[in-house]
Nanobody, 124 residues
Framework: QVQLVESGGGLVQAGGSLRLSCAAS????????MGWFRQAPGKEREFVAA????????YYADSVKGRFTISRDGAKNTVYLQMNSLKPEDTAVYYC?????????????????WGQGTQVIVSS
């Protein structure tokens, strides 16, 4: 099992930036792929970005490509989501996820390890 704690959410104006952090702990945390998902009110949880264990492979939803960047610091066991050029439609609760499977990390399945979420609100 991997425990995940997100931070960095908040209120920002459209066009602004935020950086989310997710600290992972647990015996196998370093061997897990990591990802970010988001869930807006009344909508299903959706994939945002994922990164492989080594950090050499990254994946993005089309809606965030070119604006968001996922990265990880192996020494700190932390994954980041840098969000630039934010839009009101990016407003959601953002969840960090971890999985030993690079396919499953891109799917909002209960079998992933999940953090508690952090709220991001983008005002117009």
């Amino acid at each position: 099992q991997v425990q995940l704690v997100e931070s960095g959410g908040g209120l920002v104006q459209a066009g602004g930036s935020l950086r989310l952090s997710c600290a992972a702990s647990g015996r196998t945390a370093r061997t897990y792929a990591m990802g970010w998902f988001r869930q807006a009110p009344g909508k299903e949880r959706e994939f945002v970005a994922a990164i492989s264990t080594s950090g050499s492979s990254t994946y993005y939803a089309d809606s965030v490509k070119g604006r968001f960047t996922i990265s990880r610091d192996g020494a700190k066991n932390t994954v980041y989501l840098q969000m630039n050029s934010l839009k009101p439609e990016d407003t959601a609760v953002y969840y960090c996820a971890a999985s030993p499977d690079l396919i499953r990390i891109r799917i909002p399945t209960p079998s992933n390890n999940w953090g508690q979420g952090t709220q991001v609100i983008v005002s117009s």
